[in-house]
């Protein structure tokens, strides 16, 4: 598949925190790797709460001084994203088993998991949790665990696509 361009989408509840987090991980780790044109990623929520918004100030504060970009707005995942998507990742079981309803309705042939299921010291069915109620911690937390995952993440994408 050489002219395929591998699609990923990260989700979470509200697509405020957690979602638009890993997807400015792992578009940092995209871009530094040079195949900014080979992958695009996005996030999205399974609920609505916060489509049109941007990201949540404390999760765009944490990524700020790593040099990671929350640009996104929240939008709500589809039925139909699953047509164009080649991954599909959640954050949680809960998220996972929201998609999971939504995919039994589709012809989804890509990959529907857990994103710290690419964390290769993260245990079978680790999560990321939800910062949103916590303190400023738990969004360099949710950081220091999205960007685990989505260097297994990539090299995965690499193994699975023939990329550099």
Do not use: W
Not at 34 to 44: E, P
Not at 123 to 140: H, L
Not at 143 to 150: I, K
Request: charged share 30%; net charge negative.
């Amino acid at each position: 598949m050489p002219d395929h361009i591998v699609q990923v989408c990260f989700v979470c509840l509200g697509n405020i925190c957690r979602s638009p987090t890993a997807e400015g991980v792992m578009q940092r780790l995209v871009d530094d790797s040079g195949l900014g044109d080979k992958i695009c990623v996005d996030s999205a929520g399974t609920a609505a709460y916060h489509v049109g918004e941007r990201s949540d100030k404390r999760s765009r504060e944490a990524a700020r001084p790593r040099g990671i970009a929350l640009n996104s707005r929240g939008r709500q995942f589809q039925t139909e994203d699953f047509e164009r998507f080649d991954y599909v990742l959640a954050m949680d079981e809960s998220n996972l088993m929201d998609l999971q309803a939504l995919e039994d309705a589709t012809e989804h042939s890509g990959h529907l998991g857990l994103l710290r299921a690419f964390d290769a010291i993260a245990p079978p069915g680790a999560e990321v949790p939800d910062p949103y109620y916590g303190g400023d911690s738990g969004f360099e937390d949710v950081l220091d665990l999205c960007e685990a995952a989505c260097r297994g993440l990539l090299e995965r994408i690499r193994e699975d696509f023939e990329l550099p």
